[in-house]
């Protein structure tokens, strides 16, 4: 039995911050000496029911409500936990406005305020569809980073847009990089001649890092979303992408990057009459992997194909009995499936695993909790670095490595991210592997090194 006096539980109606933001604030309530556990979120009916399951007294709230439910082990220190709770919210809390005007309360009219080109969305998901169109029909591209949208409506927004002259990337767009500023979860990339397109997020983010580890840079990286190239939706942002691309004088060479995409929708997209050379990486059985396509990119630019940076460490078996994948990203988690021929493979940024919680490349709970639950064999797993992911993913992982290491696991992690990012890529995948991991920058280098330590 907890005791109540040792709880805090609040909801204050009406209190807005970002999934992000009360993460980092909920990561440093526990942090503090003496609390066992605190929840800072929205309240979602998921996080209401995360507060009933540990045992607080939760009173009834809306999802535009804050809801606060902290426990420590004795009321001076809940005092200290509440005083650095009120710290934390002040110092994250948006800024007011320099102007005496109301901020504008439409995409419309945001876009009349600011001249905007683009807008970027990123608001549950059965809200997004409203605020895309609204700025499709105010004459902007927009990304929509966010997921849970149906198909039907995807289709309706990328019609509307190609008859507006815009582009739509996403839903469900984790990364662009558009005139050299990064958009979602964006790595620090330096520019140059390469443009992508990629129906996936992390997809494009392994090949342009491998790029960039090898000196080449891009013009733009334009996700499409990653259902574009289903045979539903047929590829339409793609082929705007593409030949956006193909008249952009700063790009050299284009790379079309997805998780398996239908074939018909495919061969579609590769027989479009461009001027631009294409390289396809697009994941299927006897296709490429990510690293082959970035090593085909670096040799049609006439550029040497570096040693992919890597970090050995002793395995605890020379053949384990099960192959454990546990993602954060899922074209990485698509490629080391296909490349290791077997194993279990869980995408914890499937939609299923997003709804009502942060993504996994933000917040790393579940893939811990998963981690934690694995006895034996080898866990393949990926940490992708860069802007908008864990700014210190490696303080999370490297103790429950150290502890999986520890029962006898072979954990084998795929650090996908930059020399620039401000994570600092040397630096976590130094600690990773301090801690027992192999550590690799090519994700399928990862997975068939964790293919050899399960006999395969």
């Not at 192959?323 to 290791?340: D, K, P, S």
């Not at 909790?369 to 992911?389: C, I, K, Y």
Request: hydrophobic share 45%; net charge negative; aromatic share 4%.
């Amino acid at each position: 039995m907890t005791d109540p006096v040792n709880d805090l539980v609040e909801v204050r109606p009406g209190v807005y911050r970002d999934s992000v933001t009360l993460m980092r604030v909920s990561r440093a309530l526990t942090e503090r000496p003496g609390v066992t556990v605190a929840v800072v979120a929205m309240a979602t009916e998921l996080n209401l029911g995360l507060a009933r399951d540990l045992g607080f007294a939760v009173p009834p709230a809306t999802p535009g409500d804050l809801l606060v439910a902290v426990r420590a082990a004795s009321p001076a220190e809940l005092e200290d936990a509440a005083a650095e709770l009120e710290r934390q919210l002040a110092a994250r809390a948006p800024a007011s406005g320099t102007r005496g005007e109301a901020p504008p309360r439409t995409t419309r009219s945001a876009a009349r305020a600011f001249e905007a080109s683009l807008a970027l969305v990123s608001v549950p998901g059965e809200h997004a569809f409203a605020e895309a169109l609204d700025a499709v029909e105010a004459g902007l591209s927009v990304m929509i980073f966010s997921d849970n949208m149906t198909v039907e409506q995807e289709i309706l927004l990328k019609d509307r847009a190609r008859a507006e002259g815009v582009l739509v990337m996403g839903p469900d767009c984790g990364t662009a990089v558009v005139g050299g500023a990064g958009l979602g979860f964006a790595n620090v990339l330096r520019p140059g001649p390469v443009g992508v397109v990629a129906a996936s997020g992390t997809g494009a983010q392994q090949v342009t890092s491998l790029l960039d580890l090898a000196g080449v840079g891009v013009s733009h990286v334009l996700g499409v979303g990653g259902r574009d190239l289903s045979a539903e939706v047929g590829g339409r942002s793609a082929v705007q992408a593409l030949r956006a691309l193909d008249e952009d004088p700063a790009t050299e060479l284009i790379v079309l990057v997805s998780k398996p995409p239908a074939p018909e929708v495919a061969r579609a997209v590769r027989d479009l009459d461009l001027a631009t050379p294409v390289v396809a990486a697009l994941l299927g059985p006897g296709q490429d992997d990510l690293t082959t396509a970035a090593e085909k990119v670096l040799r049609a630019l006439g550029r040497d194909v570096p040693e992919w940076p890597s970090w050995p460490a002793p395995a605890n078996r020379p053949e384990a009995a099960a192959l454990r994948g546990l993602y954060a990203g899922g074209t990485l988690c698509a490629e080391a499936a296909l490349v290791a021929g077997a194993g279990e493979f869980t995408d914890f940024g499937d939609d299923s695993y997003t709804r009502g919680r942060a993504h996994p490349m933000i917040d790393p709970a579940l893939r811990l909790e998963a981690l934690r639950g694995v006895a034996s064999g080898v866990v393949l797993m990926d940490v992708v670095l860069g802007h908008g992911a864990d700014p210190d993913p490696s303080s999370w992982l490297a103790p429950a490595i150290r502890d999986a290491v520890a029962r006898g696991v072979d954990v084998v992690v795929a650090v996908v991210g930059t020399d620039g990012d401000p994570q600092g890529l040397r630096a976590q995948a130094a600690r990773l592997n301090e801690a027992g991991a192999a550590v690799f920058t090519s994700n399928a280098a990862a997975a068939r090194h964790a293919r050899l330590l399960v006999g395969g």
